[in-house]
């Protein structure tokens, strides 16, 4: 963001944008973090887990970085395709960078013959496989890095960029979900049963709303961002005009 968005005439953008990224950096390794070092969860207590989420930030928010640039900017200038090219390129390197983490997570959980890794198996071969195997493998990875890939493409990059930010959303549910509905003793929900110790999760109305608010929090702050940015250009133009 610093390289892409910085401008001589916004001097007081530099020290925003360190800001933004130290931040940026911060929440998704601290939340792989917090799950790595969560003993009672073996799928959690992984020492790539941190890795693996500050690289699907990385990913996603490129990706969805390069959409909203496509769309405010388009292709009018050599600035924005400069842009859009810079992007492209963060977002295929953070894809291969996760996949590649993945792969080794999952295979050392599968080819270990000491170790069993049911809800390893539950995200490859459960109920939702297809959340894992069509949604985040086949359309959010090979789809999107062959749209990414093509040259002089930039509707294909945008589209590619676009199935990468959604379908990520994919990676999260696969880490969260499956580390709580295998329990920590074997039998222990045939053994003992309370409402409050369910392996079943279902999304409430509440987690729902929550995540519109979010999504309505994120759209105006990029509104009110966006139109910053055409009022600081509608003055500049004129002062540099001026010095002419």
């Given amino acids: 963001m610093f390289f892409l968005s910085y401008r001589p005439q916004t001097p007081w953008l530099r020290p925003l944008l360190c800001v933004g990224m130290?931040?940026?950096?911060?929440?998704?390794?601290?939340?792989?973090?917090?799950?790595?070092?969560?003993?009672?969860?073996?799928?959690?207590?992984?020492?790539?887990?941190?890795?693996?989420?500050?690289?699907?930030a990385v990913t996603a928010g490129s990706a969805l970085l390069l959409v909203v640039?496509?769309?405010?900017?388009?292709t009018s200038c050599a600035q924005n395709v400069a842009a859009l090219r810079s992007l492209r390129n963060i977002?295929?390197?953070?894809?291969?960078?996760?996949?590649?983490?993945?792969?080794?997570?999952?295979?050392?959980?599968?080819?270990?013959?000491?170790?069993?890794?049911?809800?390893?198996?539950?995200?490859l071969f459960?109920?939702?496989?297809?959340?894992f195997w069509l949604i985040h493998l086949l359309a959010g990875g090979v789809v999107a890095f062959v749209l990414l890939v093509r040259r002089h493409q930039i509707l294909s990059w945008a589209v590619g960029a676009l199935l990468v930010a959604v379908t990520f959303v994919s990676a999260r549910l696969n880490v969260l979900i499956p580390g709580q509905v295998v329990s920590e003793?074997?039998?222990?929900?045939?053994?003992f049963y309370h409402p409050r110790l369910q392996y079943l999760y279902h999304p409430t109305a509440m987690e729902?709303?929550?995540?519109?608010?979010?999504?309505?929090?994120?759209?105006?702050?990029?509104f009110v961002g966006w139109r910053i940015s055409q009022l600081l250009e509608a003055t500049s133009q004129p002062s540099q005009s001026n010095t002419r």
Avoid: C
Wanted: proline share 5%; net charge negative.
């Fill in 22 to 56: 130290l931040l940026s950096t911060m929440f998704p390794s601290q939340s792989g973090a917090f799950f790595g070092v969560v003993d009672a969860r073996s799928y959690w207590h992984n020492p790539l887990l941190p890795v693996l989420f500050f690289t699907s």
């Fill in 69 to 74: 640039r496509y769309i405010v900017g388009g």
């Fill in 91 to 123: 977002t295929i390197g953070g894809l291969v960078l996760y996949l590649f983490f993945e792969f080794a997570e999952i295979s050392i959980s599968l080819w270990n013959p000491m170790s069993h890794a049911p809800a390893v198996e539950l995200v």
């Fill in 126 to 131: 459960g109920s939702y496989w297809w959340v």
């Fill in 185 to 191: 003793l074997h039998g222990l929900q045939e053994a």
């Fill in 208 to 222: 729902y709303y929550v995540g519109l608010f979010m999504v309505a929090v994120g759209l105006t702050i990029f």
